[in-house]
């Protein structure tokens, strides 16, 4: 048989990759619950806000949950827009126990960022109105309380106590902060609340460090440099900040 050799085959093409979709799974009850078979309560869950900034305090929460109102849509603070997350810390509030510790901008400069943050964390759980039997912590470290204590890492995205506590911590900074705008405006405190974004970073250089300003942050020890060189010695304890957000990021 003779084959039209002007006819010619359509190219195969390549079969198109599916589109999936990631879900990330919300943050559960199930650590919680299985104490509360073994009889453990109360339990918390501890987070803290503020460890990355070049301003402002850390603010640490502790939230007791109750099993049969736990408000529906907790996460991890920052997978939440601000408006939800305020609408979830009136909820929290309202159906939970809950404390707040803050570690001021002193305390960093005195103990370091990571023993400020724990330190506020620890003062966040034994201000709770009842001491609980066992505590769940965002993180790596454990904390020195009178209970048992389980670090978690991405603790926020996994244990709903934690995530509850993250919506705490970060709405009471974000209010905190804006409140300091208003004693310091200027810098935008209330737009980026701390963080070293670029337009704190031309604030803080156009109008040197306030006393809200985390002393020994590298940006901030540059621009104490410019406006006060009499004051401004470099020492051991300055700060980089990326290099302290990949330990944030890393804990």
Known sequence: MIRDKSVKKKPVEPAKPEKRVIAVARPSFRRERALI???????????EAGRGPLAGPVVAAAVVLDPNRIPKGIDDSKRLT???????????CATAAFS??????????????????LWALARAVHALPEMPKHVFVDGRDKLVTACDCEAV??????VVSIAAASIIAKVTRDRLMSALALDCPGYGFEQHKGYAVPEHLEALDRLGPS?????????????????????????????????????VAAA
């Open 100 to 117: 707040v510790a803050v570690a001021s901008p002193a305390r960093i400069d005195r103990d370091n960022i990571l023993r400020a943050s």
């Open 82 to 92: 601000a408006e939800r997350r305020e609408e979830l810390f009136e909820e929290i």
């Open 37 to 47: 078979k073994r009889g453990v309560w109360p339990i918390a869950g501890c987070d």
């Open 211 to 247: 006393v809200h300003h985390r002393s020994f942050f590298a940006p901030v020890v540059a621009a104490r440099a410019k406006h006060f060189p009499e004051l401004a010695e470099p020492d051991l304890f300055t700060v980089d900040p990326e290099s302290e957000a990949a330990a």
């Open 153 to 158: 890492i991405g603790g926020d995205g996994l």
